[in-house]
């Protein structure tokens, strides 16, 4: 594999340098539609009238990785009718061929659990027919899975088990250079010692793939995102001049190649790497240059990161106005966001859902084939008077297994009715407990509104009746507090019973304010509407929010308080 994917945007971008290559580099590269479906079509011929396995593994690989990104059932498909007639073949080769091709896929939807199983398969058979290229492959792609999981030390264990493979491989080849694997291995290995704190061994790695990187051709991709891996490292360490000079270097590479979403994200970090220095002119400066180029290629997940820069660094400088337009944008995009994360989920729950159904029949296809077997050789055994008898038995089993086969489509079909109702209830109570918060807020402005007003106003009213203005506006403003409390934290956790006790499983010394502010980011409350609930200042929830990210132990920048909370 010689190329790679990934955003800045997501903090672990380098795992999926490898194992992505195969529905991004390769035979449709470059391709007009007109040619692909050319070739598409040529395929399918060759698999119809083809006689050879090998020929036929090849073709239905190759429509797999055309279809992964278009119409990922017609892409399982393919693959799955690849891996059965390798299995077949009794060739350990193309079954373990066929098992990646899978891996690759699920990995590229984010059904990692389903590559992990295939990588696994597969990493045996290599292992058992000694395929060192396809051990190295193997091992890199589990490391990457594990990567994305955040089981960072064992992720290092398959680098480090990969890497001395693929050195080795290039010098039994004779090449002076190491293969352009090692590269992302190098990434991974940064990312992951990065995440351990690690930062020495990190900026080592990291080092050590740009070296690389630089002498291997076409890998301007890998080398962009390692000098701006590297550049987020240093802004971290606070040496931001070496920030600047890597974040600057994977720029003009973009720049070079023309990657439109590549510069938008570089003109992301330089712009937080200015606001971390608290230069806001050339924040915003590269916080537009990076909007107009997201704009361009359509990125609403960059569009969403910058939006949400800017609402950050407007609301830093006091100008309300403009910070409330970009929140206004933040919250347009994160909402197209997670609609589309949804119907990704919702495509990745229905793959799962056929993937266990064929394991299923495929495990109960395997015992049928054992179970023939072994009656054929009982039948050459003892003959014809036993013949029947076992006739039976054999028919008896297969009744069990077919019952066996509809009670598990039945278990699967009431699990998914029961999990339609229980997401629907989860709605509908989200709904109602989203619109009470909203009469609650609305209540609050409410009587601020009243208080402000008499306030205002309390000099026109005659001295008498000053003491009782006064102690008016103390009980409207002592009174709001408590009862909408009392009210929202009931329905809270009538909707969310159990995100207390998962959070008093994170840290069990946050104080009663700390677990309410919980509640409200855990409904994707903003800043202002949770002062308008409690009555607290901006500043003070501000304050609060990041005394609360330390006692959660969030040390990672690029995970949000408000999105580590929703999976709580």
């Given at each position: 594999?010689?190329?790679?994917?990934?955003?800045?945007?997501?903090?672990?971008?380098?795992?999926?340098?490898?194992?992505?290559?195969?529905?991004?580099?390769?035979?449709?590269?470059?391709?007009?539609?007109?040619?692909?479906?050319?070739?598409?079509?040529?395929?399918?011929?060759?698999?119809?009238?083809?006689?050879?396995?090998?020929?036929?593994?090849?073709?239905?690989?190759?429509?797999?990785?055309?279809?992964?990104?278009?119409?990922?059932?017609?892409?399982?498909?393919?693959?799955?009718?690849?891996?059965?007639?390798?299995?077949?073949?009794?060739?350990?080769?193309?079954?373990?061929?066929?098992?990646?091709?899978?891996?690759?896929?699920?990995?590229?939807?984010?059904?990692?659990?389903?590559?992990?199983?295939?990588?696994?398969?597969?990493?045996?058979?290599?292992?058992?027919?000694?395929?060192?290229n396809g051990i190295a492959n193997a091992l890199?792609?589990?490391?990457?899975?594990?990567?994305?999981?955040?089981?960072?030390?064992?992720?290092?264990?398959?680098?480090?088990e990969a890497l001395p493979l693929f050195i080795?491989?290039?010098?039994?080849?004779?090449?002076?250079?190491?293969?352009?694997?090692?590269?992302?291995?190098?990434?991974?290995?940064?990312?992951?010692?990065?995440?351990?704190?690690?930062?020495?061994?990190?900026?080592?790695?990291?080092?050590?793939?740009?070296?690389?990187?630089?002498?291997?051709?076409?890998?301007?991709?890998?080398?962009?995102?390692?000098?701006?891996?590297?550049?987020?490292?240093?802004?971290?360490?606070?040496?931001?001049?070496?920030?600047?000079?890597?974040?600057?270097?994977?720029?003009?590479?973009?720049?070079?190649?023309?990657?439109?979403?590549?510069?938008?994200?570089?003109?992301?970090?330089?712009?937080?790497?200015?606001?971390?220095?608290?230069?806001?002119?050339?924040?915003?400066?590269?916080?537009?240059?990076?909007?107009?180029?997201?704009?361009?290629?359509?990125?609403?997940?960059?569009?969403?990161?910058?939006?949400?820069?800017?609402?950050?660094?407007?609301?830093?400088?006091?100008?309300?106005?403009?910070?409330?337009?970009?929140?206004?944008?933040?919250?347009?995009?994160?909402?197209?966001?997670?609609?589309?994360?949804?119907?990704?989920?919702?495509?990745?729950?229905?793959?799962?859902?056929?993937?266990?159904?064929?394991?299923?029949?495929?495990?109960?296809?395997?015992?049928?084939?054992?179970?023939?077997?072994?009656?054929?050789?009982?039948?050459?055994?003892?003959?014809?008077?036993?013949?029947?008898?076992?006739?039976?038995?054999?028919?008896?089993?297969?009744?069990?297994?077919?019952?066996?086969?509809?009670?598990?489509?039945?278990?699967?079909?009431?699990?998914?009715?029961?999990?339609?109702?229980?997401?629907?209830?989860?709605?509908?109570?989200?709904?109602?407990?989203?619109?009470?918060?909203?009469?609650?807020?609305?209540?609050?402005?409410?009587?601020?509104?009243?208080?402000?007003?008499?306030?205002?106003?309390?000099?026109?009213?005659?001295?008498?009746?000053?003491?009782?203005?006064?102690?008016?506006?103390?009980?409207?403003?002592?009174?709001?507090?408590?009862?909408?409390?009392?009210?929202?934290?009931?329905?809270?956790?009538?909707?969310?019973?159990?995100?207390?006790?998962?959070?008093?499983?994170?840290?069990?010394?946050?104080?009663?304010?700390?677990?309410?502010?919980?509640?409200?980011?855990?409904?994707?409350?903003?800043?202002?509407?949770?002062?308008?609930?409690?009555g607290q200042s901006l500043r003070s929830i501000?304050?609060?929010?990041?005394?609360?990210?330390?006692?959660?132990?969030?040390?990672?920048?690029?995970?949000?308080?408000?999105?580590?909370?929703?999976?709580?």
């Amino acid at each position: 594999m010689s190329c790679n994917r990934g955003s800045d945007r997501i903090k672990f971008s380098g795992i999926i340098i490898i194992i992505s290559l195969l529905f991004t580099c390769g035979l449709f590269q470059n391709k007009a539609f007109g040619q692909r479906d050319n070739i598409i079509d040529s395929l399918i011929y060759r698999v119809e009238v083809s006689k050879n396995d090998s020929a036929k593994i090849v073709s239905l690989i190759e429509i797999a990785k055309y279809y992964s990104s278009t119409n990922l059932s017609l892409s399982f498909q393919y693959a799955d009718k690849a891996l059965e007639i390798a299995q077949q073949s009794k060739n350990k080769q193309l079954h373990a061929q066929a098992l990646m091709s899978i891996g690759n896929i699920s990995f590229f939807q984010g059904l990692l659990d389903i590559s992990f199983q295939h990588y696994s398969k597969a990493l045996a058979i290599n292992k058992e027919t000694g395929n060192t290229n396809g051990i190295a492959n193997a091992l890199t792609n589990l490391g990457g899975i594990l990567l994305q999981l955040m089981k960072f030390e064992e992720a290092k264990r398959y680098f480090h088990e990969a890497l001395p493979l693929f050195i080795d491989l290039a010098e039994k080849r004779g090449d002076t250079i190491p293969p352009f694997q090692v590269i992302s291995i190098y990434n991974n290995l940064g990312i992951a010692h990065e995440n351990l704190n690690d930062y020495n061994m990190a900026i080592d790695y990291y080092h050590r793939g740009i070296s690389l990187a630089n002498r291997i051709p076409q890998q301007q991709r890998n080398l962009a995102m390692l000098h701006n891996n590297l550049g987020s490292i240093h802004m971290k360490m606070g040496a931001f001049d070496e920030a600047y000079k890597n974040m600057s270097a994977a720029l003009i590479i973009r720049q070079e190649m023309n990657d439109k979403s590549g510069e938008a994200s570089s003109y992301r970090m330089l712009g937080i790497l200015y606001k971390s220095q608290q230069n806001y002119e050339k924040a915003l400066s590269n916080f537009y240059n990076g909007y107009i180029l997201a704009a361009t290629v359509g990125s609403n997940a960059i569009l969403a990161s910058l939006n949400e820069q800017f609402f950050e660094v407007f609301n830093l400088l006091n100008q309300p106005d403009s910070a409330l337009k970009y929140h206004i944008l933040l919250k347009h995009y994160s909402d197209e966001l997670k609609g589309e994360e949804t119907l990704l989920e919702f495509s990745r729950m229905e793959i799962t859902s056929q993937f266990q159904e064929k394991e299923n029949i495929r495990l109960i296809e395997q015992r049928k084939q054992k179970l023939r077997y072994l009656f054929t050789a009982v039948l050459l055994l003892l003959g014809a008077v036993i013949l029947g008898l076992l006739y039976v038995l054999s028919q008896s089993r297969l009744r069990r297994l077919s019952l066996l086969n509809n009670n598990i489509q039945l278990a699967a079909e009431k699990a998914a009715l029961e999990k339609a109702a229980l997401t629907k209830e989860l709605e509908i109570k989200n709904k109602e407990l989203t619109t009470n918060v909203i009469y609650q807020i609305r209540k609050n402005e409410l009587i601020n509104n009243i208080a402000d007003k008499l306030m205002t106003n309390r000099h026109n009213f005659k001295k008498e009746n000053q003491s009782l203005i006064k102690d008016i506006i103390s009980e409207l403003v002592s009174s709001k507090e408590d009862s909408i409390w009392m009210e929202f934290e009931t329905r809270f956790h009538n909707v969310h019973n159990e995100f207390y006790e998962k959070l008093n499983e994170i840290n069990p010394d946050l104080t009663p304010n700390e677990r309410r502010l919980c509640a409200f980011l855990r409904l994707n409350m903003s800043t202002k509407e949770i002062s308008s609930i409690t009555g607290q200042s901006l500043r003070s929830i501000d304050v609060a929010r990041t005394r609360l990210r330390q006692k959660l132990n969030l040390t990672n920048a690029e995970v949000g308080l408000i999105e580590y909370l929703s999976y709580i």
